[in-house]
């Protein structure tokens, strides 16, 4: 397994994901995992992350920014020239993070990243992206993040036909225009569909939309501290949020989803299991 040293610039790397936008047409995941050793959380960093997504400050760290703290590596391996598939045009459809007990601002962590289980959809091909955190030896969170290549015909991820009974309203959001751009500042994620309307109208999208994982954020800030300390998130990202936006919350137990103000379709639907018992 790479180790790495540092973490990855993430400039560089969409630069290269662009230029190679129209060269990659397939093939098998490589089997490797990359890993960074006795990495420290910079405070004013989260501090930073912490007001874009909408948490507290505080000593936990949120589960979500973890995903942050590994996603340079991610983005290194989809940008590697064995890599079947392009970074830019891959959809980000779902996310599940396990989060085994709260981890601190000051824990000196071990991240790990690797790419698994190539398989077929409807629309073309799904892979998982697979990210652990570990703690004095011992995994205290992990990441998967599934994403979809199409290859046939057809808008948004697949996941979103169909009518489902979603929890009720509980809150409204006001979501700026400059979210994408703020949010890829934090979280060096710098897809130029997130970004301005020119950028994002290059790749089909009339305006910039927001990130799922800051959708994803998001919704884990409403349902802060009302979380156990060891639990599993896990979303679908079912449409795009164009950005600016006003947003309903929609909570129930478990269940959770986001819908546009006006109704329709929900943009994110997602659970919480407790793990604590």
Not at 8 to 37: I, N, Q
Not at 92 to 108: D, K, S, T
Not at 166 to 195: E, Q, T
Not at 200 to 224: D, N, Q, V
Request: net charge positive; glycine share 10%.
């Amino acid at each position: 397994m790479p180790v790495l040293d540092h973490s990855p610039r993430l400039a560089a790397l969409y630069t290269k994901a662009v230029l190679a936008t129209f060269t990659k047409s397939g093939g098998s995941l490589p089997d490797r995992t990359y890993e960074r050793f006795r990495v420290g959380v910079d405070a004013a960093h989260l501090a930073a992350y912490n007001r874009v997504c909408g948490f507290r400050l505080g000593d936990e760290l949120p589960a979500t920014y973890l995903h942050v703290l590994t996603f340079p590596m991610q983005v290194k391996l989809m940008t590697d020239a064995d890599f079947p598939f392009p970074l830019i045009g891959s959809i980000h459809v779902a996310n599940r993070i396990v989060q085994r007990r709260p981890v601190l601002v000051g824990e000196v962590l071990d991240l790990r990243v690797g790419v698994a289980d190539l398989r077929d959809h409807p629309r073309g091909v799904q892979f998982d992206v697979i990210s652990s955190v570990a703690a004095g030896g011992v995994e205290v969170w992990s990441g998967v993040s599934t994403y979809l290549r199409r290859t046939s015909a057809g808008s948004g991820s697949g996941s979103a036909s169909g009518r489902e009974e979603l929890p009720g309203v509980v809150a409204c959001w006001d979501v700026p225009g400059d979210v994408g751009r703020r949010y890829a500042g934090v979280s060096g994620d710098r897809n130029p569909i997130h970004l301005h309307a020119l950028t994002a109208r290059m790749f089909g999208y009339s305006r910039p939309i927001a990130h799922g994982m800051w959708t994803k954020a998001r919704c884990l800030a409403a349902l802060e501290g009302k979380l156990p300390g060891a639990f599993e998130v896990d979303v679908r990202f079912k449409l795009p949020v164009h950005l600016p936006a006003r947003l309903s919350f929609c909570l129930d137990g478990r269940r959770f989803a986001v819908v546009g103000a006006d109704g329709g379709k929900p943009h994110l639907t997602g659970t919480v299991v407790d793990l604590s018992a």
